[in-house]
């Protein structure tokens, strides 16, 4: 990475908020955020309302479009609201604008199909769930079946959990691998699943069939949502 280690002051991060984001996808790579030094993180959303996340908790934005300052990292989750805001062009209008001047791109699961709607992903290497990493293609992105990519200023995580692994990466990036190391062990996060297979790389086959169709109504959702707006 070119990407120059970020110096004592103050680290501005805008983590992007829509209604049916999975919770997991802010919460996990928040927790990193939160204590890297001189961190600000903005929660911002297109309206001051709380954000009902996927199953109903809700999140309280901070900011709002309209008046959000400019962001060191751009970070965009995902979830089944993904395609809600896939359309929305006042959304990613928003996107390309805090991108103009963002150190780091940046996303988690299906977040990265919102960076590639809005164009910020093309000629970019780049990750996203399992399930649906093919589109990333039809969006102009390379798609990498890696549990995180890095591809110059754009860094993407695969699905869900990975926004842990995404954030230590960031703050190993800015600040070094000793504080990213610090923060991991703040948090304890020490993987140890009860049960391999959380990847289709290590999953029984027929496991990986049945959860890939449990997933395909929503796969050719996605899949006929973005033909329609590339075509």
Known sequence: MSISKQPTSTISIGIVLFPDLTLLDVA????????MPGRQIHLVAASAEPIAAEGGLSISPHTQFDNAPPFDILFVPGGP???????DEHFLAFLREKAEAARLI???CTGSLLLGAAGLLQGYRATT????????????????SERVVIDRNRITGAGVSAGIDLALVIASILFGETVAQEIQLMIEYDPRPPFHGGSPKSADVALVKRVSAALSERYESRRRQIENRVH
């Open 28 to 35: 996990g790579p928040y927790e990193v955020f939160n204590r």
């Open 81 to 87: 609201g993904q395609q809600g805001v896939m359309e």
């Open 106 to 108: 940046t996303s988690v």
């Open 129 to 144: 769930h399992w399930r649906y990493l093919e589109l990333l293609g039809m969006l102009g992105a390379q798609p990498v």
